[in-house]
């Protein structure tokens, strides 16, 4: 009942707002540049009684000749000047400690300002009498401002437009790219509130990084950023792009890693045998790197998938609509790295088989617990269509892409793509449609993967045989087929 009474939408932008900062900074600096002078004089005990005598700051307007005449006058002067440095460096501490607060009143400024230039403020000019000598002098006034309100929660910036059927109505909802440039936020989502147009912007998206420590999976979501998590029991599978040094394949062993934690099954197929293909000295038996092993495993993958949900169907606790994790199964994760590039080594028939093959892994995994991490460094239409490609939950591009790659991998997506040369940062869509700026957990140069990864394949304790449909020496002799 008290939402429905009262909602606080943030604070309201006003026309006085256009100067906020030299108006504040200004003020400030007079308060602190009296106060240090007060607090110096004090300390001092200046006694400057004989200057100012009954009329305040008389001192102020003597011949300058006097000032060095009087031993006090030095002092004032002195006094003054340590009071400037003083404010100075107050300005600059409060600038480093309040930031976040100067950045608020600069993004109000600017909002106040956008109004006033895009003429949605209408004003009247009166002709007014001076009563005292019968003169008339012209005054603007305001007849029309629109509401609109200014928020910043949990990492968040909300600006709310109020929908007041004014001409300028249609111009409110079509703001979103002029506040994403304009105040250096992401727009993430845009939404109808009774009577506003809501824009919700990430703020600040650098400071919501996270170190990989903190990225783990639970509850059916993984933490990817302070303010981004991947619900994969929801929106399964994931898609992720970016070329050379983008951070693409430091992303994907840092999934692996908090699947790991939670006990997650993981196989692993790099045709190109690089990065990934490193882990065989810690996931014996669960990487694949020539033709003939992965597209078996793929097969395998796709029939595991169907027979294990036949005996879970089986079962006397069976409830429709339930999960995998409903009935304390672990996921299983099938991870694919240069997919593309894979695709086009493969014959016309191979190439259908697997693609028949992801398809339903992809279209039927979710309930299974049976889910893909797909990396590329190029989406290619060719091998990842529309059909699949809509079934992608997680699609994470990151380094620089050309504005193909974002379509292949976004669709026709009204977002304004910007790169920055910033190892694991690059754009997210976490299943729900709304794309914003992404960062991947921060790994620091002294975590290995290969030791944190070895740890939890150990302490997991299954059997190879288990995790792969196979022993190792079957498995070593089908990696060497076709290599």
Not at 100 to 108: E, F, N, V
Request: aromatic content about 12%; overall charge positive.
């Amino acid at each position: 009942m008290k939402e429905k009474l009262w909602k606080y939408r943030g604070r309201k932008i006003r026309h006085s707002m256009r100067h906020a900062v030299a108006r504040n900074v200004t003020l400030l600096s007079v308060f602190l540049l009296l106060g240090s002078f007060v607090a110096i004089a004090g300390v001092r005990k200046l006694d400057v009684s004989y200057l100012i005598g009954r009329e305040p700051f008389r001192f102020l307007f003597l011949h300058p000749k006097l000032y060095f005449a009087q031993g006090a006058a030095q002092q004032v002067y002195w006094y003054l000047l340590c009071a400037a440095v003083t404010t100075f460096v107050i300005l600059v501490m409060l600038y480093f400690l309040c930031h976040p607060l100067y950045k608020r009143m600069i993004h109000r400024q600017k909002l106040a300002r956008m109004i006033a230039s895009n003429s949605f403020m209408e004003s009247k000019v009166e002709e007014k009498e001076l009563w005292t000598n019968g003169w008339k002098h012209k005054q603007e006034t305001i007849s029309y401002y629109p509401k609109m309100y200014y928020r910043v929660h949990k990492g968040y910036v909300y600006i709310r437009i109020a929908m007041d059927m004014s001409k300028h109505q249609s111009r409110f909802l079509d703001l979103g790219k002029e506040f994403e440039h304009g105040l250096y936020c992401d727009l993430v989502e845009e939404v109808m509130e009774d009577g506003f147009v809501c824009y919700k912007l990430l703020y600040d998206v650098a400071i919501n990084r996270i170190n990989i420590e903190d990225m783990k999976a639970k509850n059916g979501s993984i933490q990817l950023m302070k303010t981004a998590a991947w619900n994969y029991d929801t929106v399964p599978h994931a898609l992720i792009a970016g070329g050379t040094g983008g951070g693409k394949t430091y992303f994907i062993l840092a999934l692996i890693e908090a699947f790991l934690k939670i006990g997650a099954l993981i196989d692993i197929a790099d045709p190109k045998r690089a990065d990934l293909a490193d882990l065989e000295a810690v996931m014996p038996g669960r990487i694949r790197y020539a033709e003939g092993g992965i597209i078996p495993l793929i097969e395998k993958f796709k029939n595991d998938m169907i027979s294990s949900w036949e005996v879970v169907k089986q079962r006397p606790d069976y409830v429709t609509g339930k999960n995998y994790a409903y009935y304390g199964l672990k996921p299983h994760i099938l991870v694919f790295d240069e997919y593309a590039a894979f695709m086009e080594m493969l014959d016309f028939q191979a190439k259908a088989k697997v693609d028949s093959a992801m398809k339903q892994i992809l279209m039927l995994g979710r309930q299974a617990g049976y889910l893909v991490i797909l990396g590329v460094q190029r989406p290619d239409a060719e091998y990842i269509g529309g059909a699949m490609r809509d079934q992608f939950g997680l699609r994470v591009t990151l380094g620089k892409m050309y504005p193909v790659g974002y379509q292949m991998m976004y669709g026709e997506a009204d977002k304004s793509f910007k790169h920055k040369n910033i190892k694991g940062r690059g754009y997210a869509d976490l299943g729900y449609g709304s794309i914003q700026e992404f960062y991947s957990p921060f790994v620091s140069k002294d975590h290995d993967f290969l030791t944190s990864i070895g740890k939890l394949v150990e302490a997991q304790g299954a059997p190879v045989a288990i995790a792969t449909g196979g022993n190792r020496s079957e498995q070593a002799d089908t990696n060497l087929e076709g290599a």
